[in-house]
């Protein structure tokens, strides 16, 4: 059974994808997933070649067909949403119709039950595309959310579990998932059920902040956490606060990164960081690795470099 | 005016714009609104430290079923998208955490069995940070929906001279409830490859929802240029600057803000919070 791993962070930009492309350079055998699916970065380093594209649907939408509309208004009167208007290119006619404004459809399907006059198509919708690949170190599950489209959390689901069948196949024995900011459905959706959750912060008051919810999240859902400082030599008094404060709650620290703008230039060369930088932070990058993979090889046994 | 402050990656400096954004509106005298719609990691209360007045639980409506009335017909189960409630010979499931209270189960139900009760899914506070009003919500920590949250903020945010919504990141559906309804949106980017990734998706986004947008490129003089070259291409407005400068990121670890505690940039957000307000669009006639 393949393992996985998921990196998130409660805040952004706090460095999970050149974390997560450096972790698959650095982890053979692993399968890499992207699920932060509504704005997925990780193909900009990885260069995956798509070997396979389906559409997703996550639900359906309701469609008012002009020509059978009463203009009864029933759907009006019972969409919670406020998703049903005016048919603007019908204002200048006598009798009211009705649409739906695809965007506040939360695609419920009340109006559609409801219709007296059947005018209400309710179909499923396509809401993103998802993607089997390759990449230079190995398989890559990947996806894109259409353009203010819902159900980023069903696009997780599935980009997790098409990693991990993927993994089975391949013999594979881990599964690398690159989750998203927030402690919201995506990230619910891509850590519950995970063997390893570790959340990359930085040392600053929102960074601490932040991780302090995720924490309780991946706490909420009974997930082994690890804790990683990036950028820590920015302010190293609140790196070291959020350390022991970590230590406190009994999360286990993976190690620090130092702020470094090779991780930048790394990006513009699609490189990972590893790839790119000799030493400096890449070193840093590889003692992180290296504590993940042993908690991962050895749960609840601390690694040897677990306090230095 | 109504702007949000969003992008489509994290972390590329939103609540650092808005909350000096909203410092420096409010030293002139302007009523000035800062509406965190970033519930699910709201940053900008650790930047104006608000004084908080009030506090209450925000609830959405759930159904709950009364055995005694239930018939079993399985119409509730049969009405809802979500799986949130599911008929079983003589039981019905019911799971709040995927209700999304469209109420359905309610009106299709022929026995009248079904009403609704409230379960809480977050916090809303309101309160002052000198002269600028500030609201904000906190989503409990394991739900899953936070639209619903972001829409009682905002609907909590009293009107001022400018309303400043700070948005979470992404493009999906917390960032569109945050965003609707505003004059125009401020996008926050950095000039590297994630950066512009992210941007030009959150851009699509904006464009859907018919906003006008402007841009802010962060940490300026880091990375390279493809992101001056797309907003060119795609004749977008660099409403502003600020440099990638380790005085505002040390100030920013500190809780402070760039305008008061790192020399010249005040005057950096009164050029900017000037160049915004000149994008107010004319009223419609």
């Known amino acids: ?308 | 005016m109504r702007i949000a402050v969003a992008s489509g990656k994290g972390g590329t400096g939103k609540t650092t714009i808005a909350a000096n954004l909203a410092k420096v509106a409010s030293q002139d005298g302007r009523r000035v609104v800062y509406v965190d719609c970033d519930v699910e990691e709201p940053n900008g209360h650790l930047f104006l430290k608000p004084h908080i007045e009030e506090r209450r639980a925000v609830g959405r409506p759930v159904p709950s079923v009364d055995l005694g009335k239930c018939i079993h017909c399985g119409k509730c189960g049969e009405i809802c998208q979500f799986s949130a409630i599911i008929s079983i010979r003589d039981k019905v499931l019911v799971y709040p955490e995927l209700c999304h209270g469209c109420g359905g189960c309610l009106l299709v139900c022929p026995e009248g069995a079904i009403s609704e009760v409230s379960r809480e899914i977050g916090i809303l506070e309101t309160g002052t940070a000198g002269s600028i009003e500030f609201v904000h919500g906190l989503l409990n920590v394991g739900e899953v929906m936070s639209p619903p949250l972001i829409r009682e903020v905002k609907a909590a945010a009293p009107d001022g001279d400018l309303v400043i919504v700070d948005s979470p990141p992404g493009t999906s559906c917390p960032v569109i409830e945050s965003v609707r309804e505003v004059d125009f949106v401020v996008m926050v980017t950095e000039p590297t490859p994630f950066g512009l990734n992210d941007l030009t998706l959150a851009v699509e986004m904006v464009r859907a929802l018919q906003l006008p947008c402007g841009i802010v490129v962060n940490r300026a003089g880091l990375g390279d240029r493809d992101v001056y070259e797309y907003c060119a291409d795609e004749r977008l407005p660099i409403l502003g600057e600020i440099p990638d400068d380790r005085r505002i990121a040390e100030a920013y670890s500190r809780g402070e803000l760039a305008c008061q505690a790192v020399d010249g940039y005040d005057a950096v957000f009164v050029k900017l919070l000037a160049d915004i307000v000149l994008q107010e669009p004319a009223p419609r006639s």
């Open chain 1, 1 to 308: 059974m393949p393992q996985e791993l998921v990196v998130i962070s409660g805040k952004g930009g706090t460095g999970k994808t050149s974390l997560v492309a450096s972790f698959a350079a650095l982890a053979h055998k692993a399968v890499v997933a992207d699920c932060d699916v509504d704005a997925a970065d990780l193909h900009l380093v990885l260069q995956p070649t798509i070997l396979q594209r389906t559409e997703f649907s996550g639900g359906k939408r309701a469609r008012i067909t002009r020509e059978s509309c009463s203009g009864c208004a029933k759907c009006v009167t019972i969409c919670r949403s406020h998703a049903i208007q005016r048919d603007p290119e019908m204002a200048n006619r006598r009798s009211v119709t009705f649409r739906v404004d695809p965007i506040a459809c939360e695609g419920c399907g009340v109006c559609a039950w409801f219709c007296p006059a059947k005018a209400i198509e309710f179909a499923p919708a396509v809401n993103g595309e998802w993607f089997i690949s390759e990449t230079r170190f190995g398989p890559m599950v990947h996806a894109k959310l259409g353009i203010a489209e819902e159900n980023s959390g069903k696009l997780v689901t599935i980009v997790r579990s098409q990693a991990k069948a993927l993994a089975r196949e391949r013999k594979l024995e881990l599964v690398l998932i690159d989750g998203s900011p927030g402690i919201g459905c995506p990230v619910i959706a891509s850590i519950t059920g995970a063997d390893l959750v570790l959340i990359v912060t930085e040392p600053t008051m929102s960074g601490e902040h932040d991780l302090g919810r995720a924490a309780e999240l991946a706490h909420h859902f009974g997930i082994p956490t690890m804790v990683c400082v990036n950028k820590w030599d920015l302010n190293p008094e609140a790196a070291a606060r959020i350390e022991n404060r970590s230590r406190e709650h009994g999360l286990q620290i993976a190690g620090r990164v130092r702020y470094d703008r090779g991780v930048v230039d790394a990006q513009i060369n699609r490189k990972t960081v590893v790839e790119h930088l000799r030493n400096g932070c890449a070193d840093d990058i590889r003692s992180v690795w290296a504590a993940v993979a042993h908690t991962l090889r050895c749960p609840g046994e601390p690694h040897a470099h677990a306090n230095a």
